[in-house]
């Protein structure tokens, strides 16, 4: 929070009294730990993009290799193992893509896009998926909402990946709840306008995120789980800054774990 104070004078110049102004400065503080990430993340851009070019190569190769062997064999246990190097280097070779999507900026394509629309879209996809289990859906959407200017693929990645992080964090069961605000606190300066940050928060009764994990969530490749890249909550950050937004995790008020 910031103050400013100032003496308040009445009609013959006496100090009748001071004029005390709080701004809340908790979003501006965000943006600027959002700039401060999203420059460490360029400075990334180069050196991750000479590794992705060096390494996808290779694994083109090994995976033709690969593909021709396994016509080649009868044995059973050798083709399983064959199987297990295609599937691996296109792990790899997703994972290598990711990196070169995070360091190397899509341009935006912006155009309106009803953000109810968009969530509805990445839940209705995750209910099919076999993670949801028996997982609660709670969804509070406030009605009077416009449409926000945005790139709708690279938003709908966005919520995905929050939301599929939910559920890999209920395991099945549990609450996962979503709703969207105005932010009526904070404004942007938009040309001669004053823009309004529309809130979106996906929130879930999961275990939380251990103090220790909190700083380095959005880094690329911080991950705690067995086959996550640790790539998802990094794209998301960069799709966010992108569109001139701040993402950020909060605790939930009884200590549980929220994404936002
Ligand atoms: N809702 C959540 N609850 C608890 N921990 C979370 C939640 N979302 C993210 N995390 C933590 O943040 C880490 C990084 O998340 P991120 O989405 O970047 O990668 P990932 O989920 O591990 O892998 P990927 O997204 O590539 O599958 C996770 O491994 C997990 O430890
Ligand atoms: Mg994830």
Redesign the pocket.
Known sequence: MSASCAPLHDGDGTVAGAVLVLRDLTLQRALEATGRRAERLAGLGSVALGLAHEIKNPLGGIKGAAQLLRGAIDDPELVRCTDIIIREVERLDGLVE?LRELTVPPRLELEPVNIHRVLNDVLALQRQAPAWGETTLRVEFDPSLPAVSGDRAQLTQVFL??V???L??LGGRGEIRVSTRIETRYHVRRGRGRGQFLLVV?E?T????PPD?VA???S?F????A??????????HRIVTEHGGTIA?EPRPGGE???E
């Open positions: 990711h990946n929050l599929k992080n939910a890999e964090a996906v879930d999961g275990p939380g995120v994990d380095q969530l959005f690329p911080f991950s705690t789980k086959s996550g890249s640790g790539l998802g909550l990094a794209l998301c995790h774990p929220a994404g």
